[in-house]
């Protein structure tokens, strides 16, 4: 659990090693984990929820394979080289027009 995030990247990296992920929903941790589908989120400092979650993931194999699939799929499509090349792109794109428009 976290009180404050900019990108998660120990998040990013358990979704990418295949591990299901409990956390707050602090910052940018609402950008890799949507409750229930791509990990499991609960109330900062509720310690007795943060249990619960995990005892619910041992418990449930459908559920933590089904949040692992989910996550995979989801870094696959964000996170590819294709994906990152076209954020690139369309950042530098941007800032092309910017500067060209502000020289005029």
Do not use: Y
Request: glycine share 8%; with cysteine; proline share 7%.
């Amino acid at each position: 659990p976290t009180h404050s995030e900019g990108f998660p990247r120990a998040v990013w990296e358990a979704q990418v090693l295949a591990r299901p992920v409990v956390s707050t929903p602090m910052g940018g941790v609402t950008d890799l984990i949507e409750d229930g589908r791509t990990g499991l989120l609960v109330p900062m400092d509720d310690g007795p929820a943060l249990a619960g979650a995990i005892t619910r993931l041992c418990e449930d194999p459908a559920l933590r394979a089904r949040i692992v699939k989910n996550a995979a799929d989801q870094i696959g499509l964000r996170f590819s080289e294709a994906a990152q090349h076209e954020t690139l792109c369309s950042a530098l794109g941007s800032t092309r027009q910017e500067v060209f428009h502000a020289s005029r």
